[in-house]
């Protein structure tokens, strides 16, 4: 349930809602699905552009109408109306829950929030010199230890016959009940009962995420808070503030509008390595790693370098020119499925003129991100289909909450785990182990000759 004292920020998005609806009414539906029998006819560009891997159920982007569904539901309306939980439900088991369904989720999420042995391991690393994407991955891997006997020798411990412990110590995180290890058995993930190591990296990733932001600003990291919502308790984590209501419900659509994208780099990531039979830690490790980079979830980050380095500059157009005879691309721009406007951007831009409003600061960068979005449009956006994705707003939108720049794709990270992890699942269910090919161009039949 959303909270009723946003009301504001509803009409905004309702008001997003209709202006995408009257914009792209006329652009025709694409083919939307529908199973067809393997093998499929596929054209295939460079870099998988157009290679069809599975069927899902999960979730569906139509690229050149510009809408996004979770299980049949457009994501504009989840954004109205749910919560990043009942979203994440949504996406794990393809239906919305029940009251008493969210509940038993709930629960699990603020069990797994507790992730002290994690976080006791993260902080023994420079953490402060870490990227925080590194950081998180490494935490991400400390969780597998915590939770999985695989790493853990356990003879060596058996061997150490005192533990030091004092009345302050740390306790040690909840073991989940009946999960032995963490390695994926295609078993496992038939029935819904056995889904702990899911609860445990969606709700722990936002520990983690929230504890490493402490860490970098010389803090130590925060018990969670069982009252808060994942989105009010993800920032009074990495805050020490409990937020307000506008601002728990501005980071829960981020989270919702940010946690599932079909194919994308990170996800098809997560999917290769589960496909091995690896684990899910693994697997969402290797997710986390693809994210990193700038032409994926990096570039929230990096849009706010470029909007800064724009505003030293003072000129917006002398800048994109420069740009553009560099051949350099404008991050925030561009989507390799969207060739129009990204409906998450259609969302987080009035959201930004929405936080910016208190802060010249803020309101001078989004005036920048206007003139930019605008100055980009018009040249490249019929041309070529180059239009503001998801990434283009949201660090304007986070600035403005008072979040540092590096924490930007973390975030990102702590809302798309619920679509990695859901899209694993569903795949592991006819699991075949991702195996596509390339165009050899080397030569065959050479002399091997000492040089
Ligand atoms: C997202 C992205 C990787 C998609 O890549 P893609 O589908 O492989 O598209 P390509 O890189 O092949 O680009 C196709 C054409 O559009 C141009 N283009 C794509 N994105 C562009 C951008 N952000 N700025 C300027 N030109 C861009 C390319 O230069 C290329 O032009 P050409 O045909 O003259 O060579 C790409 O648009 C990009 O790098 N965007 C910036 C990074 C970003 O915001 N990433 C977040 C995505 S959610």
């Not at 411990?157 to 030091?164: L, P, S």
């Not at 829960?252 to 290769?272: K, Q």
């Not at 959201?351 to 802060?359: H, P």
């Amino acid at each position: 349930m959303v909270r009723k004292d946003t009301r504001e920020i509803t009409k905004i998005l309702k008001k997003a809602a209709e202006k995408a609806r009257k914009e792209t009414a006329h652009e025709p539906s694409p083919h939307l699905g529908g199973k067809e029998d393997w093998p499929i006819e596929a054209t295939i560009g460079p870099g998988l552009e157009g290679a069809i891997s599975c069927y899902t159920s999960i979730g569906h982007v139509n690229g050149s109408k510009g809408v996004l569904t979770y299980g049949g539901y457009n994501v504009f309306d989840l954004a109205i109306n749910s919560t990043f939980e009942e979203t994440a439900y949504l996406l794990i088991f393809g239906k919305l829950p029940t009251e008493k369904q969210l509940t038993a989720f709930n629960k699990k999420l603020v069990t797994y929030r507790h992730i002290p042995k994690t976080l006791r391991l993260l902080q023994s690393f420079p953490v402060e010199d870490t990227s925080p994407m590194g950081s998180l991955r490494l935490g991400v891997n400390l969780m597998r230890r915590v939770l999985s006997n695989i790493e853990k020798d356990v003879k060596k411990r058996e061997k150490i016959k005192t533990v030091n412990t004092d009345e302050d110590s740390i306790p040690d995180e909840t073991t989940p009940v009946g999960h032995e290890h963490a390695v994926y058995e295609v078993e496992d993930v038939k029935d819904n009962e056995n889904l702990e190591d899911i609860y445990h990296l969606i709700s722990g990733m936002a520990t983690l995420t929230a504890a490493i932001s402490r860490i970098r600003n010389g803090n130590l990291p925060i018990e969670p808070d069982p009252e808060l919502s994942h989105a009010a308790n993800f920032l009074y984590m990495m805050t020490g503030k409990r937020p307000s209501a506008e601002e728990e419900r501005i980071m829960d659509i981020s989270l919702i509008i940010h946690a599932d994208h079909g194919m994308n780099a990170s996800t098809f990531a997560s999917m290769v390595v589960a496909s091995t039979l690896s684990d899910i830690y693994f697997s969402i490790g290797s997710g986390i790693a693809a994210l990193n980079g700038p032409l994926h979830g990096g570039a929230n980050e990096q849009v706010l370098y470029m909007l800064e380095k724009i505003a030293k500059k003072g000129n917006v157009a002398e800048w994109y020119e420069e740009a553009r005879a560099q051949k350099k691309k404008i991050m925030g721009m561009g989507h390799r499925v969207y060739k129009t406007y990204d409906p998450r951007a259609r969302i987080l831009a009035p959201i930004a003129d929405f936080v910016a409003k208190n802060s010249p600061e803020d309101k001078k960068l989004l005036k920048i991100a206007k003139q930019l979005e605008e100055e980009v449009v018009k040249t490249l956006g019929k041309k070529k289909g180059i239009f503001p994705n998801v990434d283009f707003y949201s660090g304007i939108v986070y600035r403005a909450m008072g979040i540092d720049t590096d924490m930007f794709t973390p975030i990102f990270a702590v809302s798309r785990v619920a679509g990695w992890t859901a899209r694993v699942r569903e795949y592991l269910k006819t699991n075949r182990i991702f195996r596509p090919r390339a165009i050899y161009t080397g030569e065959f039949e050479k002399e091997y000759k000492q040089k």
